[in-house]
């Protein structure tokens, strides 16, 4: 009887919401961006890229202070992109386990 060991995997995918939108919008690679979340006028900032954080905006800000920044572009946070990314994610891991020779 051959013994199957387990094989575990830990994904880190650095602000993730701005990322799984990024992974569709190649046009905002060198522009700062940020996601935004809730219910207007309530929403605020769940996850921003590298470029916008240089220029000062932060997790949390709501939209008026986001707006202070003029070349920052916002967009809304996409569930369903995020669920797309995160298959996509995985199946890219998954290909790592059978390239070892082991199933998923």
């Known amino acids: 009887m051959t013994k199957h060991s387990e094989l ?22 060198d522009k700062p961006f940020v996601v935004m979340e809730g219910e207007p006028p309530l929403q605020q900032v769940c996850s921003l890229n590298g470029k ?3 220029l000062g905006v932060a997790r949390e800000m709501t939209e008026v202070e986001v707006d202070a920044f003029s070349s920052v572009e916002l967009l ?13 994610l995985l199946e890219c891991a998954g290909g790592f386990f059978t390239a070892c020779g082991r199933s998923k």
């Open 76 to 88: 809304s946070r996409s569930l369903k992109e995020e669920a797309a990314a995160k298959a996509a």
């Open 52 to 54: 916008a954080s240089r």
């Open 8 to 29: 575990y995997a830990c994904l880190y995918a650095k602000e993730f919401p701005a990322q799984a939108l990024l992974r569709l919008r190649p046009d905002l690679r």
